[in-house]
């Protein structure tokens, strides 16, 4: 395939990385955001969020003059739209917000041409790519001719440079030739196996990914909850039962997070809350995993205060959705660092990812434990794992929801 022009709408932690993928490939690319300091930041070859191996991609894309940045789109032959899809808050089920991807789908209405590719990448509810579609249609665009596809990204955060060439791609086309002609165009860049299917698969697939992640997280939270209460303890528990050649238990935690996991199976059950039972049932187990956190949390500043007669300072471990990123969309720790400091508890966070925060003050471990007298384990940072860390913990109140 001849070397085309890309588009990107979306510069976050997909949009960007696939932008400076496809540089490195020989493809000119454009990257779009309505971020302006992102914007400005990448066209001077930095990056503005953190993930391994990418600032040199994007360093290098950029002084080659294959990668730049702006806050409209221009033509192109490729338009991959990376932009988020999160949900409508209220009563009852949180309802898929696709907002973003509809705006995103209009600003690049004017420049679409015959043969041009259109492909979202956004997690998104079945049938979205059907709507884009509905959208170009009504803004003018003659999409006869036009490829549109979906094809989820599934990597991971920490590893993305690597998995989005290593990992297999699920690529559904709104028909046939429009599978053909966007797998075709994966192909240039994956290494991983590219599967064609039709488009409601497609996107229904990234769902079901992410929805049996949520379900497997929520049966070992809900051990944590029941080992709890009977005094026995869930990591030794799990050890234990995960020497069973069929069994593989995964490990509680303090909730679940990331854009993914905590917001997918939302998008199954908002269509279909009759039939998706387990699925809405994992999704409260785990949210209601951070609340009971936030309780256990409180009841050891409660004993604290009635024991020393003073509020204590409470150093919480981390506060992205995952270890080893700055990543904090949708984190538990996060949720669970605001909620205790919103309720005027003294909380110091300690994030090595991330320099400030709005809201929490946040320091050095090492001056977390020199001056905290409660410490409370939320993320599994490399940091945290350091031997003679784990050993200064053990001499202080320690609530460990991680397993540390």
């Not at 024991?307 to 959705?321: E, I, Q, T």
Request: glycine share 6%; charged share 25%; hydrophobic share 40%.
């Amino acid at each position: 395939m001849e070397k085309k022009v890309i588009c990107v709408v979306g510069l976050g932690y997909i949009g960007l990385p696939t932008a400076a993928l496809l540089a490195s490939n020989g493809y000119t690319v454009l990257g779009v955001d309505v971020n302006t300091h992102a914007v400005e930041t990448i066209n001077q070859g930095n990056i503005h969020i953190v993930e391994p191996d990418l600032d040199a991609y994007v360093r290098s894309a950029v002084s080659a003059k294959r990668l730049s940045a702006s806050t409209t789109p221009s033509a192109a032959d490729v338009f991959m739209i990376c932009v988020p899809t999160p949900f409508h808050e209220g009563d009852g089920i949180p309802q898929p917000n696709i907002d973003y991807v509809l705006s995103a789908t209009r600003s690049i209405s004017p420049f679409v041409k015959s043969g041009d590719l259109i492909i979202l990448e956004s997690t998104s509810p079945v049938g979205t790519t059907e709507k884009m579609a509905e959208v170009l249609t009504d803004c003018g665009v003659d999409i006869s001719n036009v490829h549109m596809a979906y094809c989820p990204e599934r990597v991971l955060p920490g590893k993305i440079m690597a998995e989005l060439v290593e990992n297999d791609r699920v690529i559904g086309g709104l028909t046939p030739s429009s599978t053909k002609a966007v797998a075709d165009f994966y192909r240039t860049f994956v290494r991983g196996t590219v599967l064609e299917t039709d488009v409601r698969t497609a996107e229904m697939c990234k769902l079901t990914e992410n929805s049996f992640r949520d379900v497997n997280i929520a049966f070992a939270n809900e051990l944590s909850l029941i080992c709890d209460k009977e005094g026995i303890d869930v990591w030794e528990l799990i050890k234990l039962a995960n020497r069973h050649p069929r069994v593989n238990i995964l490990t509680p935690g303090a909730g679940v997070g990331g854009h993914c996991i905590a917001v997918d199976p939302w998008f199954i059950v908002a269509r279909d809350p009759e039939n998706a039972r387990i699925i809405r049932t994992a999704r409260e187990v785990n949210n209601s995993k951070t609340e009971w956190a936030i309780d256990k949390v409180k009841s050891a500043i409660a004993d604290f205060h009635a024991k020393h007669g003073r509020k204590p300072v409470v150093a919480c471990l981390g506060l992205a959705f995952k270890p080893d990123i700055d990543d904090l969309r949708e984190s538990p720790a996060l949720f669970i660092a605001k909620n205790l400091h919103d309720r005027e508890h003294d909380i110091i966070a300690v994030e090595p990812n991330i320099e400030s925060h709005g809201v929490l003050s946040i320091v050095s471990l090492e001056d977390a434990v020199e001056c905290a007298d409660i410490f409370v384990g939320l993320v599994k940072h490399k940091e945290f794992m350091q031997a003679n860390i784990i050993e200064s913990l053990k001499q202080k109140s320690f609530i460990d929801f991680i397993g540390l």
